[in-house]
């Protein structure tokens, strides 16, 4: 089975701070993960994934997240917070050796203070 | 490129009317197609997803059903309305060819039913 948990419902940032949105994961192999975004009554946008190679994965809109497979995280960074940040952000699994879909988290809305 | 397109982006309905939803990729072939459901919170629910034309999976039972009558269109349906039909219905396509399997998700239909 595949599992997703992001730990926090909310996220509050000054803008001009790093920001972080957590997310941990379970798989049975080695991951397929992604970090999408969601603007209020819009689709997700995709903003990064990371399937195998560098840690650290670089994406849209100055976001990166970084992979850890010892405390099985991917976590979601930015290093300067901008208000246009502030969005609903959702992370996502994908076991590859399976034909099971992506699973994804229950969401942090992330809201960057001017 | 690809792109995916759904409408109606807002529709209100009453109880006990039908309904209809469209979604059309373009720019690729045999896409996976899948309808989710976003309710007032953010959880994202799977509803439908189809690999090939004419095939169907329901990961929920309810009121909906799902066809997909060309390629690359993926039609939500309901006979019969309810309260509880009411959300966010996002559309999105993926491809396991050679890649991640990362979603690209349509703009989303807000269903209010009274």
């Known amino acids: 089975a595949q599992s997703v948990a992001q730990p926090e419902d909310q996220v509050n940032v000054a803008e001009g701070n790093p920001l972080t949105v957590k997310c941990t994961y379970s798989v049975s192999g080695n991951p397929y993960l992604f970090w999408y975004v969601q603007y209020p009554n819009r689709g997700l946008q995709f903003l990064l994934k990371y399937i195998t190679g560098d840690n650290l994965v670089k994406g849209s809109y100055g976001f990166e997240a970084e992979f850890n497979k010892s405390q099985t995280s991917f976590h979601l960074k930015k290093p300067s917070a901008l208000v246009s940040d502030s969005a609903l952000y959702f992370c996502?699994?994908?076991?590859?050796?399976?034909?099971?879909?992506?699973?994804f988290g229950s969401g942090t809305q992330l809201t960057v203070l001017p | 490129s690809q792109t995916i397109h759904q409408w109606p982006a807002t529709l209100v309905q009453p109880v006990g009317s039908p309904l209809s939803l469209e979604c059309t990729v373009e720019g690729t072939s045999n896409p996976n197609l899948y309808w989710y459901r976003q309710a007032a919170g953010r959880g994202l629910q799977l509803l439908f997803y189809?690999?090939?034309?004419?095939?169907i999976s329901s990961e929920v039972p309810q009121n909906l059903s799902a066809s997909r009558p060309q390629d690359r269109q993926f039609i939500l349906s309901s006979k019969k309305l309810l309260l509880s039909d009411s959300g966010f219905y996002l559309c999105?396509?993926?491809?396991?060819?050679?890649?991640?399997?990362?979603?690209?998700f349509g703009e989303g239909s807000r269903l209010t039913v009274l």
């Open positions: 996502a699994v994908r076991d590859p050796g399976s034909a099971r879909q992506l699973t």
């Open positions: 999105a396509w993926n491809t396991l060819r050679g890649g991640a399997g990362e979603l690209f």
């Open positions: 189809s690999v090939v034309i004419g095939q």
